[in-house]
Every structure is written in C-alpha cells, then in structure tokens.
C-alpha cells in the first residue's frame, strides 16, 4: 500500500539520499537541473523543519521525496503566461524517487498521492515547474492532468510552469 507521511529530522539523510540519486538520474539524461549546491543537505533540512518535507512509502519501505508547500511562491507572481485559476495553492517542489524505483510505474501513485495530501489540507489547486531540459518531468506533469501554463525565471534560469485544479 502506497503512502504519503511527514519527514522527521531524524529522516533527513534518507530525504536527502533521494534528492542526490534525482541529481545523478538528471545527469545521466543529459542535463543538469539540480546542481552540486542546490538543492543541498540544508534545503531538505529547511523542508522537513518548515513541516513540508515528505516521503513516498511502499508499504513500510521509503522510496521517494517530495516537498509540498503551501506558502505562495513570490516567483509566481512574474509568470510569462497565465495560471488557469488564482485561488491558494500548492507549490511542488524537489520531486524525487530512488534509483531502485525508477520504471516501477509508479509517477500515478504519486501524483495521487500528492492530490489526496492536498484535498486533505482543504487545497484544490497545485503548481509547479521544472527545467525545460526535463523532458521526463514534464511528461510525468502531463500524464497526472497537470497543464502547461508559461514560464518564470527561477533559481538563475527560465522553468516551465504547471498547475492542476483537484
């Protein structure tokens, strides 16, 4: 049984372990989205410290992280294109699944569980973005409902918006 639960400090190298095997599948694709300082050991610190840092669980065994905020993005505010809905949001952030789960099919359980965690908060609508050189990412946006909506500078380059109203 697939599960969404809250990230402890005490969980922190696993969460990162998660980001560093994301960095090295992006490597390995042919780009660099994430660099060696971003996101850093500190960013999943702030994450799971700020109550937004989450692990993806298969039964009792982690196999992914995600960052779930729902604080406005201030980079948002600057997108060149239009959003489908201005209402609260969700912003996700630092999706990624170990290596050992790579082409189990599971971006659908994700995603749902993303959508559940946030219709739980009382959210019903999500954005987010990634490097236009993710091609898998955006496939992933594509395949859970998610539609294009524009770009926005972001951390020192242009990223492709998505949103979702739940």
């Known amino acids: 049984m697939y599960r969404l639960k809250k990230a402890e400090l005490s969980e922190l190298e696993l969460c990162y372990g998660f980001i560093e095997d994301g960095k090295m599948y992006q490597r390995e694709q042919g780009f660099t989205q994430w660099t060696d300082t971003y996101p850093n050991m500190d960013t999943a610190k702030g994450d799971i410290e700020k109550g937004e840092g989450y692990i993806f669980l298969d039964g009792d065994e982690p196999f992914g992280y995600i960052c779930i905020s729902l604080k406005k993005e201030p980079a948002y505010d600057k997108l060149k294109g239009s959003w489908h809905a201005d209402e609260p949001?969700?912003?996700l952030n630092r999706l990624a699944l170990s290596s050992k789960s790579r082409g189990r099919g599971l971006s659908q359980e994700v995603f749902r569980l993303v959508k559940d965690?946030?219709?739980k908060q009382g959210i019903?609508?999500?954005r987010t973005n990634t490097a236009p050189e993710n091609k898998l990412m955006q496939?992933?946006?594509e395949k859970a409902g998610m539609s294009f909506c524009g770009?926005?500078?972001f951390r020192g380059g242009e990223k492709l918006c998505y949103d979702l109203q739940l």
């Open 89 to 91: 949001y969700a912003v």
């Open 117 to 119: 965690h946030c219709r």
């Open 124 to 126: 019903s609508y999500i």
């Open 139 to 141: 496939h992933l946006f």
């Open 151 to 153: 770009t926005v500078d």
